[in-house]
């Protein structure tokens, strides 16, 4: 595949006129065909103040980190329509629970494991929690399972798995990028993969993307650097699959379609600061960043210089 070229999309002149701001990304949400939902069938109830509670979304997948405070005994319901992770890190003690009609118990000092919850399976117990307690819960939609060519769980998985657990804790930590939706959903195609005793996909030969095929999709990242991309519009354009269409992608680029995309979001910020007398915020914005000082971290990390001083040092 042919580099990336920055004047395909011709930069503005110097001194034009900057577009208007670009609202805040509101989070995709769940644009799914809704289930049949009965009034009270799916229920979320933890008896302790929330402190803090951080949400990103994709069109798939649902990544949220709880922070709740209670130094007590506490009543636990969660009942989902989706295919749940959830990870409990700090502040719990022993618990008792029935997960999935199986009942569990943590003593004292034990680590706590990660539970898998299939589509409406319900958690009902009681948990001690020490002070601050903070854990993750991540939501699938069933659909990329089916797309995978998967078979849903048919009982909950309670287990150990280091290396699941830490892509959790590190997907949660670009929250704030607007490559998360497809950071999300690439995890999600490797989180299905580890889980054990779900059936594997249907075997099928790993092909490259045909030239043609990597330009349309370049030319529409191109063309939407400004928001959200996601995984399913992106093989939709090729009429893949998803899971295929991300091994393909990685294949024919040597690149996770995440990096691709980040990467251009910046080249695109280089050009801008380099062309235009655009404010920082602006720029920002225009390549789908929603907050100046994330957009300045990602910045220098890509080129080793703060958006100002890039601007400065390539006009002499």
């Given amino acids: 595949m042919t580099a990336y ?22 989070p995709e949400g769940r644009d799914r065909a809704a289930p049949q939902i009965r ?37 636990v319901r969660f009942r989902q329509p989706h295919l ?74 309670i287990f150990e798995d280091d290396a699941l657990l830490a892509s959790m804790h590190a997907l949660i930590e670009w929250q704030h990028d607007p490559t998360f939706s497809l950071m999300a959903e690439g995890w999600a195609l490797q989180a299905l993969a580890r889980l054990p005793g779900v059936a594997p996909p249907a075997p099928s030969l790993q092909r490259r993307i045909e030239r043609p095929g990597l330009l349309q999709i370049e030319d529409y990242i191109a063309a939407n650097l400004d928001r959200r991309i996601g995984t399913i519009e992106l093989a939709d354009l090729l009429s893949m699959p998803v899971s295929r269409f991300a091994a393909a992608f990685r294949l024919s680029t040597g690149q996770s379609l995440s990096r691709f995309v980040r990467a251009r979001r910046l080249e695109r910020a280089e050009v801008l600061l380099r062309a235009t007398d655009w404010p920082i915020a602006w720029i920002a914005r225009s390549v789908g960043y929603a907050g100046i000082r994330y957009f300045a971290e990602r910045f220098r990390r890509h080129s080793g210089l703060a958006p100002e001083a890039y601007r400065q040092r390539t006009r002499g």
Avoid: N
């Fill in 84 to 157: 749940t992770f959830i990870s409990w890190h700090t502040g719990f003690g022993p618990y008792e629970a029935d997960i999935a009609d199986q009942r569990v118990s943590m003593p004292a000092g034990a680590r706590p494991k990660l539970v898998v919850l299939p589509p409406r399976a319900a958690i009902l117990g009681e948990f001690h929690l020490t002070g601050l307690c903070q854990y993750d819960v991540f939501t699938i939609d069933p659909a990329l399972v089916h797309a995978q060519g998967r078979s849903l769980l048919e009982r909950a998985l």
């Fill in 39 to 75: 009034r009270g069938e799916f229920y979320r109830h933890v008896a302790a103040s929330l402190r803090d509670h951080a949400v990103s979304t994709s069109s798939l997948v649902v990544a949220e980190r709880i922070t709740r405070h209670a130094e007590e005994i506490v009543p």
């Fill in 5 to 26: 070229k920055p004047d395909r999309k011709a930069a503005p002149e110097r001194g034009a006129t900057p577009p208007s701001p670009i609202p805040r990304p509101q």
